[in-house]
C-alpha cells in the first residue's frame, strides 16, 4: 500500500529493518510456532464453547424439564452474542491492540462458561450464554487478525486457516468428551471443562503471546526495547552486538490511528468490496448451518435410508471441512486468492445439485458429495476470514474481520427457519438442493466484485521511538 511519508521522532540508530521484510523474509521459529499454536488451541476451545450447549442440551432439557421453545433460546443466544462481539470485538483490538484483546476474550469465555454452570435459573444461563457468545466471537476476530500478522506473506492463507480450522476440532472434541463426561459426571461437566481450560490457557498466554509489531508501530505502543526484542526473537541472524535497531512500517495514508478503524472499513474506497464480503460470508454461513441442521432429515426422508446410514453420509459433510480448510488456505497462497475461493463456491454448487440428483442411487456417492460439499463450504467460510485479514489494512484488520463474521453470524442464525421452510414445503430433493445452490452462487457474485485497494499516495513511514 502507498501513503502520505510521515516520519516519527527516534534515537540515533546503527541498523533499520522494514516490519514486513522481517517477518516475510524469515523462517518460522520457535517464537512464532509458540503463538501459532497458543492461538490454534485458542480457537480450538472456542469450538469447543460454542457447541457446548448443543452437546448437554437433550440432559439439560430433562433434567430442569425445559420445554423446545426455551431451549432454543438457550441455543440461539450463544450466536446474539458471537455477532455482537466479532465487530465490537475487533473495533476495540483495532483501538487498543490484538494482545490485550485476545487475552481478555479467551480469559472472558472461560469465566462466563463457568458462570452457566453454576446459574441457578434458565435466565441466568441465557445471559450467560449471550455474554459468553460475544467473547468466543471477538476471540476469532483478533487471533486471525494477529497470526496474520507474524506469518509470513508466502503462508500466511495457510498458517491462519490452519490455526482457524480449530474451530471444528473443537466442537469434534466437544462431542467426544460429552459421550463418556455426561454418563459419568452429568452435563456441567462438559461445561465446567469447558471453563476452565480457557482460563489456563489465557494465564499461559501471558508469557507466549505478544503483540502485533505493525500494531506497535502504528499506535506508538511499547517501548524501543520490546520492539527490538520481538526483531530478535523472530530474525535469529542479528548481531548480538547490534544494539538500536529499529523497525520501520510503510502504511498507507489511511492508516493514520486518528481514524476510526470502522470509518476506514466504510470509507469509499473499500465499502463495496465490504459490503461484498458481508454478503459472501452471510451465505456461506447461511449455507452451512442449514446443512449442517438439515442435511440428516432431508437424506433420510427424501432418500428412504435409516438413520444411521443418513448420520454417516452427513458425517462426511463435517469431515471434509477441516480438510477444506486447510487445502484451500495452501491454495490461496500460491495462487490468486480470489479465484480460490470463488472456483470453491462454484464446484460447492455443482455438487449440491448432484446431490439432489444422487439421493435415490449409491450411498457411497452420496457420501464422497458430501464430503465434496463440507470440503468446498467449510472450507470456504474459514478461508474467507484468511482473505479478509489480508484485504484490510493493520488499522482495521479486526475490525474489518470482526464486521465479515458478524454478518456471517446473522446468516446462519437464519439458516434454521429458512431450512424448516425449505423442508415443508415438501419438494423433491432435486429441487430442494436446486434451491440451496442459490445462496453459493450469491456468494460468488459478491466475491467477484471483492477489489484491493491501491493508494496512489505516498506512504505513511513509521518507525518506533
Not at 483501538?95 to 458462570?115: D, N, S
Not at 476469532?140 to 491462519?160: C, D, G, H, K, Q
Request: net charge positive; hydrophobic share 55%.
Amino acid at each position: 500500500m502507498e501513503g502520505d511519508k510521515q516520519v516519527c521522532s527516534i534515537a540515533a540508530t546503527k541498523r533499520s529493518l522494514n516490519v514486513d521484510e522481517l517477518i516475510d523474509n524469515n523462517p518460522v521459529g520457535l517464537f512464532r510456532w509458540i503463538l501459532f499454536v497458543l492461538g490454534f488451541l485458542a480457537v480450538l476451545l472456542d469450538g469447543y464453547d460454542s457447541a457446548i450447549m448443543s452437546f448437554v442440551a437433550p440432559k439439560l432439557s430433562q433434567e430442569w424439564g425445559l420445554d423446545v421453545q426455551t431451549m432454543g433460546l438457550i441455543l440461539s443466544a450463544g450466536f446474539v452474542g458471537q455477532a455482537l462481539g466479532a465487530i465490537g470485538g475487533g473495533a476495540l483490538a483495532d483501538r487498543l491492540g490484538r494482545r490485550p484483546m485476545v487475552l481478555a476474550t479467551v480469559f472472558g469465555f472461560g469465566i462466563m462458561t463457568l458462570a452457566t454452570a453454576v446459574a441457578p435459573h434458565v435466565t441466568l444461563i441465557i445471559a450467560a450464554r449471550m455474554i459468553a457468545g460475544a467473547f468466543l466471537g471477538a476471540a476469532i476476530a483478533n487471533v486471525a487478525a494477529l497470526v496474520a500478522e507474524y506469518a509470513p506473506r508466502r503462508i500466511r492463507s495457510f498458517m491462519t486457516t490452519l490455526v482457524l480450522g480449530g474451530i471444528g476440532f473443537g466442537a469434534t472434541t466437544g462431542g467426544m468428551l460429552s459421550a463418556w463426561l455426561i454418563p459419568a459426571f452429568g452435563w456441567k461437566s462438559v461445561i465446567v471443562v469447558g471453563g476452565i481450560l480457557p482460563v489456563v490457557l489465557a494465564f499461559i498466554s501471558l508469557f507466549g503471546v505478544p503483540e502485533s509489531l505493525k500494531f506497535m508501530l502504528l499506535h506508538k505502543r511499547g517501548d524501543a526495547s520490546t520492539v527490538e526484542s520481538i526483531a530478535r526473537k523472530i530474525a535469529h541472524n542479528l548481531r548480538s552486538d547490534e544494539n538500536g535497531l529499529v523497525l520501520i512500517y510503510k502504511a498507507s495514508k489511511s492508516e493514520q490511528p486518528q481514524v476510526s478503524s470502522i470509518r476506514l472499513v466504510t470509507a469509499p474506497a473499500y465499502r463495496s468490496s465490504t459490503i461484498a464480503l458481508w454478503v459472501t460470508y452471510f451465505c456461506v454461513l447461511f449455507l452451512i448451518y442449514i446443512l449442517v441442521s438439515w442435511l440428516p432429515t432431508l437424506i433420510m426422508k427424501q432418500s428412504g435410508y435409516d438413520m444411521s446410514k443418513s448420520a454417516l453420509v452427513a458425517s462426511m459433510y463435517h469431515l471434509g471441512g477441516p480438510i477444506g480448510s486447510i487445502c484451500i488456505g495452501w491454495a490461496m497462497d500460491r495462487w490468486n486468492k480470489k479465484g480460490v475461493l470463488i472456483t470453491a463456491l462454484v464446484v460447492a454448487a455443482i455438487t449440491l445439485v448432484l446431490i439432489g440428483q444422487l439421493a435415490q442411487q449409491s450411498s457411497v456417492l452420496l457420501g464422497a458429495c458430501a464430503f465434496l460439499v463440507g470440503f468446498c463450504i467449510i472450507g470456504e467460510s474459514i478461508g474467507l476470514v484468511a482473505f479478509s485479514a489480508s484485504f484490510y489494512p493493520t488499522a482495521a484488520r479486526a475490525t474489518g474481520t470482526g464486521c465479515m463474521m458478524m454478518a456471517g453470524r446473522i446468516g446462519a442464525s437464519l439458516s434454521a427457519l429458512a431450512g424448516a421452510a425449505l423442508v415443508l414445503l415438501g419438494w423433491p430433493m432435486s429441487q430442494l438442493f436446486l434451491a440451496l445452490i442459490v445462496p453459493a452462487l450469491i456468494a460468488a457474485a459478491c466475491l467477484s466484485v471483492v477489489r484491493p485497494v491501491n493508494w496512489s499516495a505516498p506512504e505513511l513511514i513509521l518507525r518506533q521511538q
